[in-house]
């Protein structure tokens, strides 16, 4: 009877904490997240109106004639009549929505490869006078092709030699006629994917290694001299600046606080841009240096070290969802040694097995008595069966890496295992949820334990159930992992058991 | 004692919520959760802290194992005709060092 209470508040306990889950979520982070696009909206109507940096910035300039399109198999680019990019679709299958085209520019200003002069004069007449090109349709055909933008500023001729690669690679050159102050911008960060989970902003790396990351909302008006990558990023896309000369950044929030880059020069200035998704091989193959501008958030230097383990194991088998449970099995065989002595004192725990029962026996009703009395007995004769509280807590960082390079990688993105369509985000059938909690069960009943009072026991039998729901909404890449992690913990234990039986047996 | 406040909490959260889904595992009594509480009652917060930390560390199959009962350095001064209940035995060793070990074992 008693127990057929405790039973009934723990189902409830549990439906109750899934309410307040689904309430939260529908209540708190839904509005937060309403509010948030509301605001940007709002951001971008007065942002029309408002006077910003030192220009002003009117009607002609937002809506600006296109002078260039440079297609390629994978990109469609724009440049406008004052020389920037004024967008850039993505054409890769990965990156097709139904009702909009992904483009890497934002609304917001400054689009990458805007000039401003510092000379007020200078200034507004180069958002009055168009630039003139010297191609108007460039198709890369898998070559990079180069085309040239001038602008004669009343006797100030404003030259850009522009390169395309066919990954989204441009190299920049920008020719003055006389020397004049002005600052170049690598754009406004991408505004495609921008929510509350995932760090975005800007990042600049200095010629020494060292990052300045800095986060949306945080940004301070400063100058950073002897950097050689400056860029805008969001989860997924980028938009940089990269030279091997180094060159000086002005950091200067707009009215969000989010920091806007521009590059200070005041002659000819050479420089390498990228506009397009964080792939890490594409970043490398312009620069090694560029991979930091993939940020994980909290723990990017280990997470970034498990992703190019797991890349290089994708690179192996192909797919992700499989290089996934590769990566549990290296995990598994790594902790092996550890495993494996204690499979070894497992075989000397066998002579020991009527001393046990007879402890057992003796402290029946005190299980912390016997927890002590078992573990004198296993010094003594130095066996111990149990694995340890390290080998778990070095899953720990490992799960943990995994969660934040699901959550950051676009090369994860959209990847398909199974009946999975994509890794990155929860199962659609609840499949790998319900296969976790299942594992889970069994794992339990598998693994011996003891517990301290009836409270605990009763949590320890709904866990698996709890867990379910709750993993129910994570990614389905790290639902894989613990799944995996799970089923090979029952091989694992049911082979320490069957040696155990068989040796039994010989006995 | 704020912070040893906070820096309990988490271990008895682990102990009710986490440890019963891991299962047995410690090869230590106490085991490394109860030796950490033990720790912070009984000894500086920083302390007890690395002292838990390297006793996670060498959980492992490659250490022994079994009793390891926290020791910690202490200046008593005895105090006679208190009436209280005894939550732990410092059991004394050489130097001002104690060995904790907890009364009666009650969650």
């Known amino acids: 009877m008693k127990n057929n209470s405790q039973m009934k508040r723990i189902i409830i306990a549990t439906v109750i904490s899934f309410i307040f889950f689904i309430a939260y979520d529908y209540f708190v982070l839904q509005p937060k997240q309403k509010a948030a696009a509301k605001t940007v909206m709002e951001q971008n109507k007065t942002m029309q109106t408002v006077k910003k940096e030192k220009t002003k910035i009117n009607k002609s300039i937002l809506n600006s004639k296109t002078l260039v399109i440079v297609r390629a198999k994978d990109f469609e680019a724009k440049i406008d009549e004052f020389g920037r990019i004024s967008s850039f679709i993505l054409k890769q299958k990965k990156f097709e929505k139904k009702d909009k085209d992904i483009n890497l520019v934002s609304d917001k200003l400054p689009k990458p490869l805007e000039i401003r002069f510092n000379n007020q004069k200078l200034n507004s007449e180069a958002f009055k006078i168009p630039y003139s090109a010297n191609k108007t349709d460039v198709v890369l055909n898998g070559n990079k092709k180069t085309f040239i933008l001038t602008q004669n500023l009343n006797g100030e001729i404003v030259k850009k030699i522009i390169t395309f690669y066919p990954n989204g690679r441009y190299d920049v050159k920008v020719e003055l006629s006389k020397k004049t102050k002005y600052f170049l911008s690598p754009g406004y960060r991408p505004s495609v994917a921008v929510d509350h989970l995932t760090v975005h902003g800007s990042l600049i790396e200095k010629a020494d290694d060292t990052l300045d990351v800095i986060k949306d909302g945080d940004a301070e008006q400063k100058t950073v001299k002897n950097a050689i990558v400056a860029a805008g990023f969001d989860r997924y896309y980028t938009t940089l600046f990269f030279s091997k000369k180094p060159f000086e950044v002005m950091i200067s929030p707009d009215n969000e606080q989010n920091p806007v880059l521009y590059i200070v020069a005041n002659s000819n200035l050479n420089l390498t841009g990228y506009i397009g998704p964080k792939y890490v091989d594409t970043l490398r193959a312009i620069n090694p240096a560029l991979v930091d501008v993939v940020q994980y958030g909290v723990g990017t230097f280990f997470a970034r070290k498990l992703f190019l383990l797991l890349d290089f194991l994708h690179k192996i088998v192909i797919n992700w969802g499989v290089a996934i449970i590769l990566l549990v099995v290296i995990v598994r065989l790594i902790l092996f040694p550890l495993t494996y002595k204690g499979m070894v004192s497992m075989y000397k725990l066998k002579e020991l097995a009527p001393k046990m029962k007879e402890i057992q026996l003796k402290y029946k009703k005190d299980p912390q008595k016997l927890q002590m009395h078992m573990m004198k007995l296993y010094k003594e004769h130095g066996a111990n069966p149990l694995g340890g509280c390290l080998p778990l807590v070095l899953q720990i960082p490992i799960f943990y890496g995994i969660y934040k390079l699901l959550l950051y990688s676009i090369e994860l993105k959209g990847a398909s295992f199974l009946w999975i369509h994509d890794l990155s985000s929860m199962d659609p059938y609840f499949i790998l949820p319900v296969l976790m909690g299942v594992s889970m069960y069994f794992h339990q009943r598998l693994t011996p334990s003891n517990f301290q009072d009836k409270m605990q026991e009763k949590i320890f039998k709904f866990l698996p159930l709890i867990f379910t729901f709750m993993m129910a909404t994570f990614p389905a890449g790290l639902v894989l992992y613990w799944t995996t992690n799970n089923i090979l913990s029952i091989a694992q234990q049911w082979f320490i058991n069957r040696v155990m039986a068989a040796k039994k047996v010989k006995k | ?107």
Do not use: H
């Open chain 2, 1 to 107: 004692m704020i912070l040893k406040k906070l820096l309990k909490k988490p271990v008895r959260f682990y102990q009710y919520f986490i440890s019963p889904m891991l299962g047995q595992n410690c090869r230590y009594y106490p085991t490394c959760s109860e030796y950490a509480v033990w720790e912070i009652e009984c000894d500086n917060a920083f302390k007890a802290f690395f002292k838990s930390f390297f006793r996670i560390l060498r959980c492992n199959q490659l250490f022994r194992g079994g009793i390891d009962y926290p020791v910690i350095k202490k200046n008593i001064n005895p105090k006679f005709g208190i009436k209280k209940k005894i939550v732990y035995w410092l059991v004394p060793k050489e130097n001002n060092k104690f060995i904790v070990i907890k009364a009666k074992y009650e969650k």
